[in-house]
């Protein structure tokens, strides 16, 4: 057994080895200086100023010889294991945390921005003067509402209560709403007098389409859907909108029958 009086270097450990022979492991100081020592009894680890933490080979086979730390040296192998880990953990660990975190930080700041930026709400009455009429201007046939107009329909609409969502994304830098869909309770005697969720009027505007928006709206008005009891949620879709719907979980049953009556 060969002792080194190099000092072990415990806090810049990213890397280890295990010996397959000797079951030793090395905690390298820097990857870059593992590489020509990899074979960690080679004297020229320590050179390399790699600390070796060894545990007693498997079998009694010729092995080279284990370089042990003097601190280490009478310890049980399960407790060097034990004490690997916990340099592991002391050493490794807390890096990958705080740079995880980070990027968790800076991850979570962005989806804020961007949930503040686009995130989903119901319609308000104001909303007349953000281009709620325009943008519906995009998906069908709507002509110019008055003021009167919508304010009644708003009413009606919202004594509905939860039975009648509709949703909105606006663009807060541009004040203007850029999303809009609906859902409506519908209640059924049939399936124990269930409750059917009826997605309608689903509009991006046209300059801000392809940035997740349409699906951040199914999924507003489909998890509303889903906690007023539902145990479906059903839309009409042309043939051009239906890999969007796909990709917000939809897939195509039955047909639509529509009869106009102006
Ligand atoms: C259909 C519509 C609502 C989609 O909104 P959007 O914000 O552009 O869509 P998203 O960015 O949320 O798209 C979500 C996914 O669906 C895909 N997608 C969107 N529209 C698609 C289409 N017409 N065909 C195929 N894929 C489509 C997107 O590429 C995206 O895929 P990804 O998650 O793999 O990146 C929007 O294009 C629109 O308002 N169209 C005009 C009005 C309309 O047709 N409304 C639907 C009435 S049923």
Redesign the pocket.
């Known amino acids: 057994m060969h002792q080194t009086s190099l000092r072990p270097q415990l806090n810049a450990s990213f890397f280890f080895f295990l010996n397959p022979q000797s079951s030793a492991l090395t905690l390298f100081s820097t990857v870059s200086r593992s590489l020509p020592g990899l074979i960690s009894s080679q004297p020229r680890a320590i050179r390399q100023r790699h600390l070796l933490l060894a545990a007693s080979p498997v079998r009694p086979r010729p092995s080279p010889p284990v370089l042990l730390h003097p601190r280490i040296a009478g310890v049980t192998r399960s407790s060097r294991l034990l004490l690997l880990c916990s340099l592991l953990r002391a050493s490794i660990a807390p890096r990958y945390k705080s740079v995880g975190s980070q990027k968790h930080t800076n991850l979570s700041k962005m989806e804020t921005s961007e949930e503040q930026k686009y995130g989903v709400r119901r319609l308000e009455m104001s909303d007349k003067g953000k281009g709620f009429i325009e943008l519906l201007q995009?998906?069908s046939v709507c002509d110019s509402v008055s003021d009167k107009e919508f304010e009644d329909r708003f009413r009606e609409l919202s004594s509905l209560g939860d039975d009648h969502v509709i949703c909105v994304i606006e663009d807060h830098v541009s004040k203007k709403i850029i999303?809009t869909g609906s859902v409506f309770i519908e209640k059924k005697f049939l399936r124990n007098c269930g409750k059917v969720g009826h997605i309608e009027d689903?509009?991006?505007d046209s300059s801000?389409?392809?940035?997740?928006?349409?699906?951040?709206i199914i999924n507003f008005l489909t998890d509303h859907a889903r906690s007023m009891g539902c145990y479906k949620v059903i839309?009409?879709?042309?043939i051009?909108?239906k890999?969007?719907y796909e990709?917000?979980g939809f897939k195509q049953k039955e047909i639509q029958m529509v009869r106009y009556f102006v």
């Open positions: 995009q998906l999303a689903v509009v991006v801000t389409r392809g940035k997740q928006l349409g699906k951040k839309l009409d879709c042309s051009e909108n890999l969007f990709k917000c």
